[in-house]
């Protein structure tokens, strides 16, 4: 659910239209981020409610873009990302897939 979360933050700083109207802003760079933000949200919370419950590898491997994007948004930008970095990281921790041993040869 931290990724549900994390698509939430997303929505609320990247889709939402505040950037839209800023005045040094090119309109279509704006639109451009909030797609690629959308885009990220959706594949976010589906992911989220369908394979990562399951317990699929892949999903869970695919989650660690988030603390990843954290880490360097942090890092360019916002200190306070490193917290969200962290608790991505936290949650990946808490729910790694267990190892499957391998069928008998």
Partial sequence: MVFVF??????LFGVFPGGWFAEDSERDVALLTATYGAVAVVL????????FRRGERWAWFAFWVWPLFFIVH?????????VFAAVGVAALV????????SPPR
Avoid: K
């Avoid at 976010?44 to 394979?51: L, M, P, S």
């Fill in 94 to 101: 808490a729910t790694a897939p267990s190892r499957r041993e």
């Fill in 6 to 11: 994390f698509a939430f933050l997303a929505t």
């Fill in 44 to 51: 976010t919370v589906v992911i989220a409610v369908t394979a």
């Fill in 74 to 82: 942090g890092a360019a930008y916002f200190v306070v990302d490193f």
